[in-house]
């Protein structure tokens, strides 16, 4: 089984050096959220795909690419009721994906799962954060279709409202096991503040929760992700283990 991940930025899958192939070895380096994805898997099957290289990085770009070329999708292969306008950005994305990875799959001749990140807080954020979620789960049911890419290894990660919140939770219940960190999902964009999560780590880190970094707290454990107990977590947690 091969992964593919798509991300945001370098703080969670990571970065890459091609922003229009699919990048894989050294030209992938990934983020601690690669990290915690392996731990689950390791955990799950006894194996971890960063030793053994079975993993790879689709760029923001590519991606954006093949949305573009998305055939549009007959109303009677739309599950649920209608999906909300402004959601529209994930419902592509996770189709996208989908694509992407059912050719690969043909490529190396191996079943092949696509992750596909995204935070749900944006200086211009629009729309309800669980319609949000429900447009990936919407994208990637669409293209099981075997009239699309009949792909169906499809899993989103949802951070809400931010992957800063998730390291928190894991930080904070490192030290912490009984604490409550359900607020952490709740707090708003806000230029400057304390809300600012990405602030709020470094703080408690005492360091710039860089790429690195992270991936170091992560892999030794100081950040926990054993311990993080947030719905927007679980959710692709349990999604994960589903697919494995």
Known sequence: MFFLFSGEG????????HPEIINLGENFLHGPLVIVVDQLIERKCKKSIIQEKKLAFIPKKMLSLEAKRLPKVPKHMLPGDKKEQETGFYFKNARALSRIASKYETDIGDDVVGILFR?????????????????????????????????????????KPVSEAWMLCGLYKKNNPTQDCSYLENVKYGTGSWHQLKDVLAK?????????????????????FDLVDLESYKKFRERLEEVI
């Open 10 to 17: 370098p703080t969670d899958f990571g970065t890459c050096s």
């Open 119 to 159: 935070d749900t807080d944006k200086f211009n954020d629009r729309g309800n954060k669980d319609a949000k979620y429900q447009s990936m789960v919407t994208g990637f049911k669409v293209e099981e279709n075997e009239k699309l890419s009949n792909f169906r290894r499809g899993v989103p990660m949802l951070a």
């Open 204 to 224: 408690e880190l005492g360091e710039d929760p860089d790429r690195e970094t992270l991936c170091e707290k992560v892999k030794s454990g100081e950040i926990n």
